[in-house]
Nanobody, 122 residues
Framework: QVQLVESGGGLVQAGDSLRLTCAASGRTLSQYFMGWFRQAPGKEREIVAYNTWSGSFTSYADSVKGRFTISGDNAKKMVYLRMNNLKPEDTAVYYC???????????????WGQGTQVTVSS
């Protein structure tokens, strides 16, 4: 069984930075792909970024390219999302997730954290 716990969210101003952390526990994680999703009020959950633990494959949503960086530390079982130059439209609940395939589809991720709120004021 895999458990994921996010932290690091908060209230920031436009232009600020945040780093979200996802602590993973359970079975060997190197076999999984890591993903970060977000859900804004009144909107569907959407992919933000996903990659392999080694970083050999990474993909980002167009809306965050150049501003967000996903990374992972397999030894520490931690997944990170570094968010720079935050914008009000980045306001959402952010979730980390694990999948056995490289995918941007929410349905391909069986393991989810509880989410952490990020609010960006203008």
């Amino acid at each position: 069984q895999v458990q994921l716990v996010e932290s690091g969210g908060g209230l920031v101003q436009a232009g600020d930075s945040l780093r979200l952390t996802c602590a993973a526990s359970g079975r060997t994680l190197s076999q999984y792909f890591m993903g970060w999703f977000r859900q804004a009020p009144g909107k569907e959950r959407e992919i933000v970024a996903y990659n392999t633990w080694s970083g050999s494959f990474t993909s980002y949503a167009d809306s965050v390219k150049g501003r967000f960086t996903i990374s992972g530390d397999n030894a520490k079982k931690m997944v990170y999302l570094r968010m720079n130059n935050l914008k009000p439209e980045d306001t959402a609940v952010y979730y980390c997730a694990l999948s056995s395939v490289a995918s941007a589809r929410e349905s391909d991720y069986p393991y989810w954290g509880q989410g952490t709120q990020v609010t960006v004021s203008s």
